[in-house]
């Protein structure tokens, strides 16, 4: 089995390559907030598009939407969040360091004994997750609101409108990618769990009848779409959610599973929420979120929702993670992002063998042409040993050298990143190549 990265490696070519810094670093950093550098948006950016393309463009029952982040007050009552969203705290009396009262040993809770000094455990409080803030100029008389704590109530409240504006008909899906913020109390293993992150999630309206069906078909679709974001199978596993588990809106919840270099742990969640979302909108607004199925013979109902709420961050960690390689190549340790191509920051470094000669010229004028097609990036400076390992490290899969033979036959030649492997390849044919490249990529360790 292949050897895991270890977190701190991880963390420190992220800062080094420009993937992730922490958040006002200058000031010493913000617990547990994380800045988006430049490979990393263009990394976030590209996960994000390839889940978006497969859960909308290759769906032609899914549409998408971007709802706000700040809602009615009445949406989280109806949710249940103000209510039930919470997680059970105990505070230490003597070193006043604060617990998930589920995430300590058992022994601790049993003895009422901190798990960091051994002092004594307050009693468990419910904590509720919601960030609270005022819409209104002053604070008292102004209006209570919540950043919200999961996309998905957006797409609830808007049921109605896409159906009628839409027009369309159950079963079909609703897609939405956006912040999402919980008052976490622990908070860390880097951008695993943050307070501010971003969700990836689809609510599926189905039949009442039909939510087994459902449930098992979205299951395996979004299993498949890690593997095909290039994502080890072997790492990644089904957890079904016991009772004591569930989330207070879920009929069965399964869980799929990555295994982190801190152990096994949650990456997406598969819910079935039958009509418990819709028919509590309905209690709290009043107003009629029924469906009349033509197509069922005029029956009216409460539509199911199977849900599938993804982490666009945690997935960010994920595909970071799983891409981390070390060889030894000539006596020398390649660090190697084995990204996938649709994912990697940049698709092509180009590089003259030299900068004199009107090699770097020719080069520019190439990098030129293939910035038309592909994110490219043009880098003239030291030797080229050293450019390649740059570009290994932050992942790029494709490598154009163009040397002296390229201002005789303007041919140059192609590395590829995985196998190292440098073929010839006339101009011309270079965008077409590395779009087959794309198209047919296999990971090689
Ligand atoms: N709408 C359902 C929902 O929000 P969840 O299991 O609480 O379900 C779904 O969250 C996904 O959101 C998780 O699988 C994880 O990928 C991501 N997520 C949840 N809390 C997070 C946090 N604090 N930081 C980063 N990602 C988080």
Redesign the pocket.
Same mark, same amino acid.
């Given at each position: 089995m292949e050897s895991m990265v270890p977190m701190e490696t991880l963390v420190s070519l992220c800062k080094r390559r420009g993937f992730i810094y922490q958040s006002s670093e200058i000031y010493g950093g913000l617990a547990s907030a994380w800045d988006y550098g430049p490979m990393g948006v263009e990394l976030k950016n590209r996960v994000q598009n390839f889940w978006w393309r497969e859960m909308t463009q290759l769906h032609e029952n899914i549409v998408g939407l971007d709802a706000s982040i700040l809602m009615h007050p009445r949406v989280w009552e109806a949710s249940g969040h103000v209510e039930s969203f919470t997680d059970p705290l105990v505070d230490c009396k003597k070193c006043k360091q604060r617990f998930r009262a589920d995430q300590i040993p058992k022994q601790n809770m049993e003895t009422h004994s901190c798990p960091e000094c051994g002092g004594e455990l307050t009693d468990p409080r419910q904590f509720n997750l919601m960030f609270r803030t005022h819409v209104g100029p002053v604070e008292s008389d102004a209006f209570l609101v919540y950043l919200r704590? %999961? #996309?998905?109530q957006g797409i609830y409240v808007n049921f109605k409108n896409v159906v009628q504006t839409a027009r369309m008909r159950v079963p079909f899906g609703i897609a939405q990618v956006g912040k999402?913020f =919980?008052n976490?109390i622990t !908070?860390k293993n880097f951008? /695993? =769990? !943050?307070?501010e /992150?971003e969700?990836m %999630?689809m609510q599926f309206f189905i039949h009442p009848s039909e939510d087994g069906k459902w449930f098992e078909q979205w299951k395996q679709e979004r299993f498949e779409f890690y593997e095909k974001m290039g994502i080890r199978e072997t790492r990644m596993r089904f957890h079904q959610h016991g009772p004591d588990e569930l989330?207070h809106y879920a009929k069965i919840a399964f869980?799929i599973e990555y295994e982190f270099p801190f152990g096994w742990r949650?990456?997406?969640?598969i819910?079935n929420r039958t009509d418990y979302d819709l028919r509590r909108h309905m209690e709290y607004s009043k107003k009629d979120l029924t469906y009349l199925d033509d197509l069922r013979g005029g029956e009216r109902y409460i539509p199911y929702v199977i849900?599938t709420?993804?982490?666009l !961050? =945690? #997935?960010v960690l994920t595909v970071l993670a799983d891409a981390y390689d070390e060889e030894e190549v000539e006596g020398e340790k390649r660090v190697v992002m084995r990204l996938h191509p649709e994912l990697a920051p940049v698709t092509v470094g180009v590089f003259p063998l030299v900068k004199k000669d009107g090699l770097a010229e020719l080069a520019q004028e190439v990098a030129r042409d293939l910035r038309e097609d592909f994110t490219t990036f043009y880098d003239q400076g030291g030797a080229i040993g050293r450019r390649y390992r740059r570009q290994d490290e932050i992942g790029t899969p494709f490598g154009v050298t163009i040397d002296y033979q390229s201002k005789d036959d303007r041919t140059v030649t192609l590395r590829y990143r995985d196998t190292m492997e440098q073929v010839r390849v006339p101009i011309v044919e270079l965008p077409e190549r590395i779009r087959q490249a794309v198209r047919e990529y296999r990971r090689v360790d």
């Open positions: 704590p %999961e #996309t998905a999402a =919980r976490e !908070t951008i /695993f =769990r !943050t307070c /992150f969700q %999630e989330a869980d949650e990456l997406e969640g819910h849900e709420s993804a982490g !961050t =945690r #997935t």
